[in-house]
């Protein structure tokens, strides 16, 4: 069975830093691409970032780009996600994803497997 056991998520100061993980099993890692999305409260999911294993090649959402970095160390089965500069606008709960196919998408309709969220918190 495809799992995504995600991490990490907690309370942090705006303009602090968190690093949510990602473990993923019962599928070859290499062989999808893998991303975040996030859900505030209120709103509608929301892709964050996504990586092509294979490839290194990474993609983000406008609101993240230039403060999230998206990484996977195939090694572990782990995609990662480091978040800087954090704002009170980031405040949602994070999933893990693996998406259809190897094709980098920020769209959930591209998801066929979704982790358990993990919230994270900024504090202004």
């Known amino acids: 069975d495809v799992q995504l056991q995600a991490s990490g998520g907690g309370l942090v100061q705006t303009g602090g830093s968190l690093r949510l993980s990602c473990v993923a099993s019962?599928?070859?890692?290499?062989?999808?691409?893998m991303a975040w999305f996030r859900q505030a409260p209120g709103k509608e999911r929301e892709g964050v970032a996504c990586i092509e294993e294979s490839s290194g090649s990474s993609y983000y959402g406008p609101s993240v780009k230039g403060r999230f970095t998206i990484s996977s160390d195939k090694s572990k089965n782990t995609v990662y996600l480091q978040m800087n500069s954090l704002k009170p606008e980031d405040t949602a709960v994070y999933y893990c994803?693996?998406?259809?196919?190897?094709?980098?998408?920020?769209?959930?309709?591209?998801?066929?497997?979704w982790g358990q969220g993990t919230l994270v918190t900024v504090s202004s």
């Open positions: 994803a693996r998406l259809l196919k190897t094709w980098l998408s920020l769209s959930p309709t591209t998801v066929d497997y």
């Open positions: 019962g599928f070859t890692f290499d062989d999808y691409a």
